[in-house]
């Protein structure tokens, strides 16, 4: 090979890499100012690919095949062959840029949407079909057409795009109600989304025509949004068209509401207001359900409904607190549809009365005050002593705790805690009540709980101390012989030591008959006491009504501030009398215990006096323990100091709760036990003629402790039970003192669209400030489901705000319950506010939108850029739009090359030159 | 296929075609949202346009993040026999949020503000960052900030003042390690504050008159009964038990324990002891109050005539009505303020303040801003036939209304005014991201519907497929330019 020829060669290939680069970069630059386009007769041509066109440069190469050619062709024939396969080779190149003009049309694709929901009656949707067969006979040959049936969620209908052949394949009535031919997904009719419809329109409206849709429905939405979707569908060039049907809804009638004051108080009358929709003059049956059982005010009603709403009331009434479900059944007495809509419920929280505690040492006589209280709207519990509650939890259910006439040592010491925390940290309120086993007289110096009183119960010592009158009745029967009666000498022995000098004290034995072997005397003279005590000898039966009746005889003449008997049997008697006795003693403030030694005693008797006559009873199966026993009762008796005589009561202190209570006028008390105030903050409020305190309070922490040094039954304040204002009284001061809420009631409003609930709180705090930084549940609870609440965070959304939204997927109804906690300095959470609310999500939003709303079909139209009723004239014109589309010459330009090939093949096979063979 | 665009909504780009030219051309038309996924929706309209179609399929492209339940689809899927793919795309990266952002005037003190804003650090390193917020464009606060891995912030700044209209926040974190933009900054706008003018007849009442000084942004006017009545429009006349002649003097009316002779509805009967057994909670006139704590010894109950609303009720009667008479709106307070306990409580300011403003019809939301993603329903005046739309960037698109509500479903954050035919301004409106979730640039591998686990499908590459006519020109081209050499080298001859 020549250097001339490597020269060419070299020239060649240099040029062919260049034109090849320059073509590229040509297109580049062209490309991104806009399309490489050429005009021919008015016509621009543009190229898709444009890149492709560099393989022209491959022609060119086709020199180095001619160059060293071994054919025999004359030189020009050679020369031709080589310009086809350049142009074959250029044509190929240029069908692979895909040439391509811009064309504009007018032509128009239509989606027909037509609503089969629930809602919508057969007359309608058969309205519909014949509105489209009616558009179609006047739509443009070249017009497309589609067909989506939607309820809750669009189905596609397959039609001939050709309108004349699409008339005649229109699917009746009943194939748009049932799920799509093309095996959609599930369609419920429960459900209107016309949103979900016009999207899918979106996705079968061919993009090389002009986009309409035409909406079909009675516009009750009950999913998405029509008019904002339509916007947005018009920013994609669809123009939105719709028609409302003009049939009327079917012959419905609906449960719209049923609706129960924000507050409900139980015991108190309101009402309850419902709505009825119907769609026609009609008449139904409505019963209305609290919980299981039929309205107790009028549960059964028959009613003429008018067209349209109508509205009904119901009085109702709630006995006990807790979540209350109403529920309205219909019974149409008339057409009706649908039946999901027929019932609806309401459950609703009903706060409960506040609750008091309330432990008396002797529970016989508990009903006073309970009466009292229970008129005055409390819910009482009733304990006796042993049923004291032993933790702060246990009493955090309470709101007043009442301890009446216990002694000390039937409260343990971890109970008597427990209340100065429920005093403390709950901030509840505790009444201290007196009575003969109140105060210094049940042991209480000294205790847990005499630290939270506000009277110290160490008597004055510049008080006239009481004296006491004691009569020991002992059993002196022939089974008291040994140890028990040998014990019980010892015991009447403690007893005259344990007395001071002053105290009178008489011992008296009995078998069948009772023996006086002490008289009536001062303690002073114990020696010779001791002496008449060491003469009881065992002998004979058991009958302690004589000497019952013998100390009452004795006692009741004495001049004594304190007449107690201590009576003490191991075998059993004649109960008759006894009780009249013993109530006798009682009303002349004689107290009597009883001690019964060995099994074979008749608890019972003995337990029946103690508590009518305001005592004790002992059970000593041991004699050892009788000592103790007595020694402890003359303990109590001596140390006390209780007043029994009558005495007014004067108001030393205000107080709220005394507002409307005429103290004044309040009858005399029977008794007390003496004890002096303590120092401010303990606050005076009741007081005797000489100056003892009655009733006082003193704030313990968050709580109130109030002192009551009489009773509350029918002993001390025997009087007090028949004075009008007794329930007043007690009913005012455990209202003002129970326990308050130290949480706050925060107002959540509710909102439910789409099946979507979202609750909102505004919380504030003490100063009216937004609090932040709550820790925030909300608790949804189904009054059907069984599984309990679902607890839901609440988020915090601006200041002071909390939000959650959660989805309602169930139906029925449901109560709300939102928590709101702040965080303490030592990091503890501390409960700030409660909201509650509810809300019934009785049935499908379908079933209760039963008029069209045709101003949203309008205002979709308006959004959408067309208009509500459009002719078909409107429908299919173009209205001065056309919408740009591609026509392709790929295909031309390949047939072009077929024939430019034939022509190279012309030339291989034919010698048009120099025919001569050589 | 049919490509479609998820963001909370779905927007289809195609129709269903194999042209790649219409394929390509939707992919060009993608558009990012500042919203969250709605894929519940994005798979069910999936099912819908693939009803029907033989070898169903979705494949959804995405980084995973959604917040919705799929299992209920689960059984379409099957049912449809529609195989359900998932690539993933992006790639987990650490991100700092401005997660809420948002604020509220005083109830009390309208004059003042507070502004609420959470951040939130998605990465599980400790980030630094710098909060700036701005009012009408200016720094009113710059605050370093330090946030522990995976932290939420909230931080408030209080007793705010001041006129700002437009308030913005925005971070600036410091290193590579932010990798979303658009969730760095969050738009509030401030509850607009008009003087309301406001004339008060009364005989004497000192807890009404110290009420009404508790807003400084009210013009009162005090007159007793006697004294000449000015014949100027207010915003709010207030009538504390007094009967007088109005004249010529305009304005909206708050009647506090009206005669039977002034009271704009008739009264049914006297009643005492009673208090809020029933009222309307969505009613502005109780906001921020707790109506069941109130106490009343004796007032009135009203008659509400058609069109009334009764906004607070005794078992005894409607005593708290709304309404509106020829000229005039009215809130009617059936009872004497200082025969409640009302007055002792911070109920009563709030109330009558609340009255004012409602009556007023000045804005009384407390609503800063508006949350990507959701359907929008802006107020506009009930006359305006057409109102336009101005977006962040700048677009503008007219929208009807209907009933005085412009409906717009919106998906950028930022500010936005809505503008009469004249091109004036009749409200701005801010708004930020709703989905916190989507700030956290975790990509999840799969996607799980129901017990079904979606991955990458087997050799998925994500490209356009090409037309076989193509192939077949490219190969027709080779075999001629071979052939051309081969003949005249007279290889195959």
Known sequence: ?918 | MLIAQLSQTVLPLSVMSSDPVVLQDATRNLRGAHTKAGMETGIQFALDALAGKSAPEILVISDGAHDQALASLEPLLSQNNVQLSYVAVSKTSPNVAISAFSVRRYPLDKSRYEVMLELTNHSDDPQTARITISGDGAPIEVNPIRLAPREILLRFYQNLGGGNETLEASIAVEGNTDHLVVDDHAFALLPERKRNKVLAISPGNTYLEAALLLDEYLDVTLLEPTQPIPTQAFDVIVLDGVDVDLGQTHGARLYLNPSPTSAPLPIYKPIADFGFDTWNRKSPLLAFIAPENIQVLEGHAFKPQPGDQVVGASELGPFLVEGKRDDYRFVALGFDPRKSDMVLRVAWPLFLLNCIQHLGQRDGSDYSSFATGDVWRLPVPASANGVSLVGPMGTRTVHPSRSGVLTYAGELAGFYEILDQDHTRLSRFAANLKDTAESDLTVETQLTVGERVSSKPEGFQPRTRRELWVLLVMTALTALFIEWFSYHRRITV
């Open chain 1, 1 to 918: 090979m020549n250097r001339r020829l490597i020269f060419a060669s070299s020239v060649l290939l240099t040029v062919c890499a260049t034109g090849a680069w320059a073509t590229l970069s040509f297109i580049r630059t062209f490309s991104a100012q806009g399309a490489i386009a050429a005009t021919f007769n008015g016509v621009s041509y543009e190229l898709l690919q444009p890149n492709y066109l560099a393989l022209v440069w491959l022609a060119p190469l086709l020199w180095f095949g001619l160059r060293w050619s071994l054919t025999d062709l004359p030189l020009i024939q050679r020369a031709l062959s080589w310009l086809t396969r350049g142009a074959l080779l250029s044509l190929l190149a240029l069908a692979l840029a895909r040439p391509f003009t811009r064309d504009r049309s007018e032509a128009i694709a239509t989606a027909f949407l037509v609503d089969v929901s629930d809602s919508v009656t057969d007359a309608a949707v058969a309205e519909a079909l014949t509105s489209i067969r009616e558009h179609l006979a006047l739509a443009p040959q070249d017009a497309e057409i589609t067909l989506i049936a939607f309820a809750e969620r669009p189905a596609l209908y397959p039609l001939p795009a050709n309108p004349k052949e699409a008339q005649q394949l229109l699917p009746s009535v009943q194939a748009l109600r049932q799920p799509s031919p093309t095996g959609t997904s599930v369609r419920s009719g429960t459900a209107t989304n016309i949103q979900a419809a016009l999207q899918l329109a979106y996705g079968v409206l061919p993009s090389s025509k002009l986009k309409r849709v035409l909406i079909y429905s009675d516009g009750a939405e009950t999913l998405g949004d029509v008019a904002s979707e339509a916007g947005r569908a018009q920013e994609f060039g669809i123009s939105v068209f719709a028609i409302p049907y003009t049939v009327p809804p079917p012959a419905e009638v609906a449960v719209r509401d049923l609706t129960l004051p924000n507050k409900l108080v139980i015991g108190e009358t309101f009402k309850i207001q419902t709505r009825i929709y119907a769609t026609q003059a009609s008449k139904a049956r409505l019963q209305l359900f609290q919980d299981a059982g039929l309205n107790g005010l009028g549960g059964t009603r028959e009613v003429e409904l008018i067209k349209g709403e109508n509205s009904f009331e119901f009085q109702s009434v709630v006995r006990v607190g807790g979540e209350v479900t109403y529920r309205l059944e219909l019974t149409p007495l008339g057409a009706d549809r649908f039946k999901e809509n027929n019932t609806y419920s309401v459950t609703v929280d009903v706060p409960g009365r506040p609750m008091v505690l309330y432990v008396e040492g002797q529970p016989q006589r508990a009903s006073y005050l309970a009466n009292a209280l229970t008129a005055q709207q409390f819910d009482v519990d009733v304990r006796p002593a042993s049923a004291f509650p032993t933790s702060v939890s246990e009493l955090s259910r309470y709101d007043f705790v009442v301890l009446s006439d216990v002694p000390a040592d039937q409260i343990s010491v971890g109970s008597q805690n427990a209340v100065e925390g429920y005093l403390r940290d709950l901030g509840g309120g505790f009444l201290f009540a007196g009575g003969v086993a109140g105060y210094s007289l049940g042991g209480w110096e000294q205790t847990p709980l005499a630290r939270v009183l506000p009277v110290d119960m160490d008597a004055p010592q510049h008080k006239q101390m009481p004296s006491v009158a004691m009569a020991l009745v002992i059993d002196r029967s022939a089974s008291m012989a040994g140890l028990p009666l040998e014990m019980a000498k010892t015991a009447c022995r403690a007893t005259v030591e344990t007395l001071r000098d002053d105290d009178l004290v008489e011992i008296i034995a009995f078998d069948q008959e009772p023996t006086r072997y002490v008289k009536l005397q001062p303690a002073r003279y114990n020696t010779r006491i001791q002496n008449d005590i060491s003469r009881i000898q065992h002998s004979g039966g058991t009958d302690f009504f004589p000497a019952l009746d013998m100390a009452y005889q004795d006692i009741s003449v004495a001049q004594a501030r304190k007449k107690h008997v201590i009576l003490l049997t191991d075998g059993r008697a004649e109960p008759r009398g006894i009780h009249d006795l013993v109530q006798a003693m009682l009303a002349e403030s004689i107290t009597v215990t009883t001690v019964g030694v060995g099994d074979d005693t008749d608890s019972d008797l003995l337990r029946m006096i103690a508590e009518t006559g305001g005592g004790r009873f002992h059970l000593a199966p041991d004699p050892n323990s009788l000592p103790r026993i007595f020694t402890h009762e003359t303990e109590m008796l001596t140390r006390s100091t209780s007043v029994q005589e009558w005495f007014p009561v004067t108001q030393t202190g205000s107080a709220d709760f005394l507002r409307g209570v005429a103290i004044n006028t309040a009858p005399l008390l029977h008794g007390y036990v003496a004890t002096q105030m303590k120092p401010s903050p303990a606050q005076e409020l009741l007081a005797t003629d000489t100056g003892d305190p009655i009733l006082a309070r003193m704030r313990v922490g968050l709580g109130q402790s109030l002192a009551w040094t009489s009773d509350v039954k029918n002993a001390w304040a025997i009087e007090w039970l028949r004075w009008p204002a007794f329930s007043t009284f007690w009913g005012q001061l455990v209202r003002e003192h129970m326990r308050k809420k130290s949480h706050r009631e925060l107002d959540m409003q509710l909102s439910l669209v789409n099946n979507q609930l979202t609750a909102t709180v505004d919380a504030f705090d003490d100063q009216e400030q937004f609090a932040n930084n709550l820790h925030a549940t909300l608790s949804l609870k189904s009054a059907a489901s069984k599984t309990g609440e679902t607890k839901y965070p609440m988020r915090q959304v601006a200041p002071g705000r909390y939000q959650s939204v959660l989805n309602l997927d169930d139906y029925g109804t449901f109560t709300l319950h939102g928590e709101y906690y702040r965080e303490n300095d030592d990091g503890e959470l501390v409960r700030m506010g409660d909201s509650f609310g509810h809300v019934s999500n009785p049935y499908p939003t379908e079933y209760q939108t039963l008029e069209g709303d045709a101003e949203r079909l309008e205002a979709a139209a308006l959004a959408g850029g067309g208009s509500l009723n459009p002719t078909a004239a409107r429908l299919f014109a173009p209205q001065g739009k056309s919408i740009e589309s591609r026509k392709y010459y790929w295909a031309h330009v390949l047939m072009v090359a077929l024939v430019v090939f034939g022509l190279i093949s012309l030339l291989r096979r034919v010698r048009l030159f120099d025919r001569s063979f050589q």
